[in-house]
């Protein structure tokens, strides 16, 4: 069978917006890992450029695949924030190729399946883990309509994800320094590369999509892990690698033996890559834990904050309490480790007051180390989408319109929530209060359609300097940009030419 497998275009309605692999979508590496013996065709839309708007690049690219490929399935599948794309992409499959059957999965579909069924109008609906569904499909042992996957329980099982058929080498050559701050910021010529360390989350924060009770936390064996490190690392040689599991170093433990694991991949194979992990602040890892994993290239572990504010913290259901926080920065500072998190604003439970107490913790904080601002969005299969859906409009209408505009669910006004909003807005894009590098020297490395410019700059807290890379277009004289010392890894703020 000759199966067609569409990745959605990231931020469809803002095209183009550049996609690196550390945001590629990693379901359709295990999709594509899990059809081996099928003909896969990858359609990758992100990228690419030269279009008047990505509906029109959307429909052109799709016209030719399915002209040269005339697949006998078509998948695709995504998030809430996708169904804007979702939904033309489905309209086209349909009009240039309409004996086709397709398939529709991913979190949108997990979360909310008989509305989105019954709008978009796939053959099948898959909810859940795909991975061996996919096949059924392909193989015909499965009837069309709304499908529930089974929870995939040993995760060792799984084939390593495969890129291949969505232009891998193409992101990590030329869309590398596309990537976010976090994930490149250590290297000057990054190479991000993500593994999936688990699945899943054990917790049920209010604003969150996981489905933890139908599908639970599973965690993948280090040996298997490192497996798929040794795989990669060989065939595209990435020197940023990000751990992708919610809770990877709850057990202190499992971070140690990761830590050494990789301490001995590097002695044996040469690998040459810094990592970065994301946990939960009920992790009880100690300074020792932080340094064997500094040894062995972290540079930088994040924390599921979302406010500093315990009324907030208790509305969200998050189940931490700021002292483990200050307790994890502080040990990250020890061990010259970056640490990073957000604070989302605009819970049910915020006030003013509370908005105030997230906004001392990361003028406390949030200076030196790398505590975003951003605001609180509603998506369906979370309990705070059921608990404000009433505010929310026509489903339908909400769908088109998702991440356009701020729904107001706090205990503010109008008015005030609107001034709030502008003041994260101008701290988020400003650094305004981060601390300065000094002795700033920069050169122009390229001139293509953009300018590359290589800066160096001496860290304010650990005194070293760094070498960092930016790019813009055209040339300019003056600008600021917002990074990380490569020795500390705490937050700097480089500032290039005069007045700024």
């Keep these: 069978m000759r199966v067609l497998l569409i990745v959605p275009t990231h931020q469809y309605k803002k095209y183009p917006t550049p996609l690196s692999l550390s945001d590629f979508p990693t379901g359709f590496g295990y999709l594509s890992a899990s059809l081996k013996g099928h003909e896969v065709i990858g359609v990758n839309l992100n990228n690419l450029t030269g279009y008047p708007s990505g509906r029109i690049m959307v429909h052109s690219v799709l016209n030719q695949k399915i002209s040269q490929y005339k697949p006998d399935l078509i998948a695709t599948g995504g998030l809430a924030v996708d169904y804007p794309f979702l939904n033309d992409c489905i309209a086209f499959c349909r009009a240039l190729s309409p004996g086709t059957p397709i398939v529709l999965g991913g979190q949108i579909v997990t979360n909310d399946a008989e509305f989105i069924f019954n709008d978009l109008k796939p053959d099948y609906a898959v909810g859940g883990e795909a991975d061996k569904v996919i096949v059924d499909i392909v193989e015909g042992r499965v009837e069309k309509g709304i499908v529930k996957a089974e929870v995939i329980k040993d995760l060792d099982s799984l084939p390593f994800p495969d890129y291949e058929p969505f232009d891998v080498k193409d992101m990590l050559d030329n869309h590398s320094m596309d990537t976010r701050l976090l994930y490149r910021y250590s290297r000057p010529y990054p190479r991000p590369f993500v593994i999936v360390a688990s699945r899943s989350c054990p917790f049920n924060c209010s604003f969150c999509v996981h489905k933890t009770r139908e599908i639970p936390y599973r965690a993948r064996s280090i040996p298997n892990i490192m497996a798929e490190i040794k795989e990669t690392y060989e065939k595209y040689k990435f020197n940023i690698l990000i751990i992708d599991d919610e809770l990877f170093a709850v057990?202190?433990?499992?971070?140690?033996?990761?830590?050494?694991?990789?301490?001995?991949?590097?002695?044996?194979?040469?690998?040459?890559?810094?990592w970065c992990f994301q946990c939960h602040a009920s992790a009880r890892f100690d300074l020792e834990s932080l340094k064997l994993a500094r040894k062995a290239g972290c540079y930088m572990f994040?924390?599921?904050?979302?406010?500093?504010?315990?009324?907030?913290?208790?509305?969200?259901?998050?189940?931490?309490?700021?002292?483990?926080?200050?307790?994890?920065?502080?040990?990250?500072?020890?061990?010259?480790?970056?640490?990073?998190?957000?604070?989302?604003?605009?819970?049910?439970?915020?006030?003013?007051?509370?908005?105030?107490?997230?906004?001392?913790?990361?003028?406390?904080?949030?200076?030196?180390?790398?505590?975003?601002?951003?605001?609180?969005?509603?998506?369906?299969?979370?309990?705070?989408?059921?608990?404000?859906?009433?505010?929310?409009?026509?489903?339908?209408?909400?769908?088109?319109?998702?991440?356009?505009?701020?729904?107001?669910?706090?205990?503010?006004?109008?008015?005030?929530?609107?001034?709030l909003l502008k003041l994260i807005s101008n701290l988020e894009r400003s650094w305004l209060f981060v601390g300065r590098a000094s002795n700033v020297r920069s050169e122009v490395e390229s001139k293509d359609n953009e300018v590359m410019y290589k800066i160096r700059g001496i860290c304010p807290y650990c005194g070293t300097e760094s070498l960092w890379r930016q790019r813009f277009s055209p040339k300019i004289e003056k600008f600021s940009i917002g990074t990380g010392c490569t020795n500390c890894n705490r937050k700097v703020k480089v500032e290039v030419g005069s007045n700024l």
């Design 251 to 274: 057990s202190k433990n499992r971070l140690n033996e990761f830590s050494e694991a990789i301490i001995k991949g590097k002695e044996r194979y040469g690998w040459d890559f810094d």
């Design 302 to 419: 994040s924390y599921g904050l979302e406010s500093a504010s315990p009324v907030v913290l208790k509305s969200m259901n998050k189940k931490i309490k700021i002292e483990q926080v200050i307790e994890a920065i502080e040990l990250a500072h020890q061990a010259n480790i970056g640490f990073s998190a957000n604070l989302i604003f605009g819970d049910i439970a915020e006030t003013v007051d509370t908005w105030a107490e997230s906004l001392a913790f990361w003028l406390e904080h949030g200076r030196k180390d790398f505590i975003f601002l951003t605001n609180l969005h509603p998506y369906p299969g979370s309990k705070l989408f059921e608990e404000t859906k009433d505010r929310l409009g026509e489903k339908k209408h909400f769908y088109e319109h998702i991440d356009e505009g701020v729904v107001n669910m706090t205990q503010i006004n109008n008015a005030d929530m609107l001034n």
